[in-house]
């Protein structure tokens, strides 16, 4: 719950309006989603919205339009409005890291000039586009061959976090679009296991690896590059096949020189491109191999429409702002603590995934962006996995259990495969889920629908939230419209809380303290710096490692 004490009026969540919601909430908490839809025979009109090819039902949240006429003002507080134009305008909202915030402009099709120190992106932007295109042509082609001179099969993308986890899932959801020779493979995890399984099963003479690292010094990818770079020579011998097996994308020449790679085998981007927010930049390079530059434009086309419709649409009737105020309203005013993300889609079965980093990694923060610890929640939780899946494993607790967790249920309503049938099941179990997450069932309906007994652990209280969003189909063009509708989901919910969504300083402590423990594991000596625990599983790992 949002405190007024020491508040600051600048702040949405301090403001008056805050206060109105909160004297609103009081009167809404108890209303059950049943009553409102049965008062109200226009309720999916009138809170449900349709942007290019995707539908937003958010009729089953526990809302009235009083609800959302104050949560709008709420974002009017917060300068929602004000904020996005100055993102879109590349001004330097990453306040900590004095950047501007502009995977916008990597998929800005109608290529009007964006401005960052006085400079147009848009020329760069779209060379190293072309640059890309050209490239993957070549490779998709079989123009570009190994040190053998055969063509390219394997194509492995090694990155972490943003540089891997934006092209991995793209990959999967536009399978049915993928180069036929072609195949991708996404190494991330600095577990052996992961690069040596993966190596034993490829050819080094056909085989291309991306080197993708915004950095380039980050410690899992430069490691497992060193690895595979070892591996590929050991057949190579040469270093000068380097050139036709490695290709770096990142925004650091010095250090993808220093690591052997071609600078003119190097796709770069800027620092106005945060990890979790570039698939959108070269370092999409993987998913341009596996689907084509026409695909990869028509991704760019989708998240543009979806751009667009973020800048100029009301706040009212703004998917992106309305999927953000719903999230505020149960995390700030119902204390729920996580978002369920459940695509009823095969094909994007890494989406919860993905939506992990770019959710908490922008929003996981207690500190404003004035430098203030806040008194509020901010990013919620954000877990997931294919809803069939979950129906048979924590649905229950989305059902029955204490916690209220709202759920974005996700379906496209063609299906590629041609299995009807199938998809008409998986279609009726989103529907039944949405359906009794609100309804529940009363006693009265167990006792009158012949349930046996006992009765009382098959009530259901229902009056769990949902969003159903769906896509008419899954294509490049859907895909980049529904993944920048969470970006902006995001964007909103940051400027609401105050927060810079655009650094992430809390994952640099681990990162910090892995390098002073990674030589301390193979010290002479007993370790005993660190606090009691730490030097005892330290210690404890040295002994048996030793053995
Ligand atoms: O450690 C977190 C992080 O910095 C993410 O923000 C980023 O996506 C990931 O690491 C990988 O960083 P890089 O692309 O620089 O290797």
Same mark, same amino acid.
């Given at each position: 719950?949002?405190?007024?004490?020491?508040?600051?009026?600048?702040?949405?969540?301090?403001?008056?309006?805050?206060?109105?919601?909160?004297?609103?909430?009081?009167?809404?908490?108890?209303?059950?989603?049943?009553?409102?839809?049965?008062?109200?025979?226009?309720?999916?009109?009138?809170?449900?919205?349709?942007?290019?090819?995707?539908?937003?039902?958010?009729?089953?949240?526990?809302?009235?339009?009083?609800?959302?006429?104050?949560?709008?003002?709420?974002?009017?507080?917060?300068?929602?409005?004000?904020?996005?134009?100055?993102?879109?305008?590349?001004?330097?909202?990453?306040?900590?890291?004095?950047?501007?915030?502009?995977?916008?402009?990597?998929?800005?099709?109608?290529?009007?000039?964006?401005?960052?120190?006085?400079?147009?992106?848009?020329?760069?932007?779209? $060379?190293?586009?072309?640059?890309?295109?050209?490239?993957?042509?070549? /490779?998709?082609?079989?123009?570009?061959?190994?040190?053998?001179?055969?063509?390219?099969?394997?194509?492995?993308?090694?990155?972490?976090?943003?540089?891997?986890?934006?092209?991995?899932? /793209?990959?999967?959801?536009?399978?049915?679009?993928? +180069?036929?020779?072609? $195949?991708?493979?996404?190494?991330?995890?600095?577990?052996?296991?992961?690069?040596?399984? $993966?190596?034993?099963?490829?050819?080094?003479?056909?085989?291309?690896?991306?080197?993708?690292?915004?950095?380039?010094?980050?410690?899992?990818?430069?490691?497992?590059?060193?690895?595979?770079?070892?591996?590929?020579?050991?057949?190579?011998?040469?270093?000068? +096949?380097?050139?036709?097996?490695?290709?770096? /994308?990142?925004?650091?020449?010095?250090?993808?020189?220093?690591?052997?790679?071609?600078?003119?085998?190097?796709?770069?981007?800027?620092?106005?491109?945060?990890?979790?927010?570039?698939?959108?930049?070269?370092?999409?390079?993987?998913?341009?191999?596996?689907?084509?530059?026409?695909?990869?434009?028509?991704?760019?086309?989708?998240?543009?429409?979806?751009?667009?419709?973020?800048?100029?649409?009301?706040?009212?009737?703004?998917?992106?702002?309305?999927?953000?105020?719903?999230?505020?309203?149960?995390?700030?005013?119902?204390?729920?603590?996580?978002?369920?993300?459940?695509?009823?889609?095969?094909?994007?079965?890494?989406?919860?995934?993905?939506?992990?980093?770019?959710?908490?990694?922008?929003?996981?923060?207690?500190?404003?962006?004035?430098?203030?610890?806040?008194?509020?929640?901010?990013?919620?939780?954000?877990?997931?996995?294919?809803?069939?899946?979950?129906?048979?494993?924590?649905?229950?607790?989305?059902?029955?259990?204490?916690?209220?967790?709202?759920?974005?249920?996700?379906?496209?309503?063609?299906?590629?495969?041609?299995?009807?049938?199938?998809?008409?099941?998986?279609?009726?179990?989103?529907?039944?889920?949405?359906?009794?997450?609100?309804?529940?069932?009363?006693?009265?309906?167990?006792?009158?629908?012949?349930?046996?007994?006992?009765?009382?652990? $098959?009530?259901?209280?229902?009056?769990?939230?949902?969003?159903?969003?769906?896509?008419?189909?899954?294509?490049?063009?859907?895909?980049?419209?529904?993944?920048?509708?969470?970006?902006?989901?995001?964007?909103?919910?940051?400027?609401?809380?105050?927060?810079?969504?655009?650094?992430?300083?809390? /994952?640099?402590?681990?990162?910090?303290?892995?390098?002073?423990?990674?030589?301390?594991?193979?010290?002479?000596?007993?370790?005993?710096?660190?606090?009691?625990?730490?030097?005892?599983?330290?210690?404890?790992?040295?002994?048996?490692?030793?053995?």
């Amino acid at each position: 719950m949002p405190s007024t004490v020491g508040s600051n009026p600048q702040i949405a969540l301090h403001s008056p309006v805050c206060d109105a919601l909160q004297v609103h909430f009081q009167t809404v908490r108890d209303v059950h989603m049943r009553e409102l839809f049965a008062a109200d025979a226009l309720r999916f009109e009138r809170f449900s919205l349709q942007t290019g090819d995707i539908l937003l039902d958010y009729s089953k949240n526990r809302i009235t339009e009083e609800t959302m006429q104050l949560l709008v003002q709420l974002a009017e507080v917060a300068d929602v409005a004000g904020w996005r134009n100055r993102m879109f305008a590349g001004e330097k909202i990453n306040n900590t890291e004095g950047r501007a915030v502009l995977h916008t402009a990597l998929r800005n099709r109608s290529n009007t000039p964006v401005m960052v120190d006085d400079e147009d992106v848009m020329p760069a932007v779209n $060379k190293v586009l072309e640059r890309i295109g050209v490239f993957a042509e070549q /490779v998709r082609s079989g123009a570009w061959l190994g040190f053998t001179g055969k063509p390219i099969v394997d194509v492995v993308n090694i990155g972490i976090g943003g540089s891997d986890l934006g092209p991995h899932m /793209v990959y999967q959801a536009l399978k049915v679009c993928r +180069h036929p020779r072609l $195949k991708m493979h996404f190494i991330s995890n600095i577990d052996g296991a992961h690069v040596k399984e $993966k190596l034993e099963t490829l050819d080094p003479e056909t085989t291309l690896f991306i080197v993708a690292s915004k950095t380039f010094t980050t410690q899992e990818t430069m490691t497992n590059a060193h690895y595979a770079r070892g591996w590929f020579l050991q057949h190579a011998h040469e270093k000068a +096949h380097i050139a036709r097996h490695f290709v770096a /994308v990142s925004t650091n020449e010095e250090a993808v020189t220093d690591f052997g790679i071609d600078p003119g085998n190097m796709f770069g981007f800027w620092d106005w491109v945060g990890g979790r927010y570039s698939l959108w930049s070269a370092i999409g390079l993987s998913i341009v191999l596996a689907v084509g530059e026409k695909n990869f434009l028509a991704l760019l086309d989708g998240a543009h429409a979806m751009d667009t419709h973020f800048r100029d649409a009301p706040l009212a009737q703004n998917m992106p702002v309305i999927l953000a105020l719903l999230g505020v309203w149960y995390s700030n005013f119902f204390g729920a603590e996580s978002q369920a993300v459940l695509p009823y889609d095969h094909y994007l079965r890494s989406l919860p995934l993905y939506l992990q980093q770019a959710d908490m990694e922008s929003n996981g923060k207690s500190v404003d962006r004035d430098g203030q610890v806040v008194d509020y929640s901010t990013g919620p939780i954000i877990w997931g996995t294919t809803g069939i899946n979950g129906q048979h494993a924590f649905y229950q607790l989305i059902h029955q259990g204490t916690r209220l967790i709202p759920a974005d249920f996700i379906i496209s309503v063609t299906e590629p495969s041609g299995m009807q049938e199938h998809h008409d099941i998986l279609m009726a179990n989103f529907l039944a889920q949405t359906e009794a997450l609100m309804r529940g069932r009363t006693q009265q309906e167990c006792l009158t629908t012949g349930v046996t007994p006992p009765i009382s652990p $098959k009530v259901f209280a229902g009056n769990h939230p949902s969003n159903a969003l769906l896509l008419n189909e899954l294509t490049p063009y859907t895909l980049g419209m529904l993944i920048a509708l969470y970006e902006h989901k995001i964007f909103v919910q940051g400027i609401i809380w105050n927060l810079n969504s655009y650094d992430q300083w809390g /994952v640099e402590l681990g990162k910090q303290l892995a390098k002073r423990i990674q030589p301390e594991l193979v010290a002479e000596d007993s370790v005993k710096t660190h606090d009691a625990s730490t030097n005892g599983l330290i210690n404890h790992y040295r002994q048996l490692r030793n053995k």
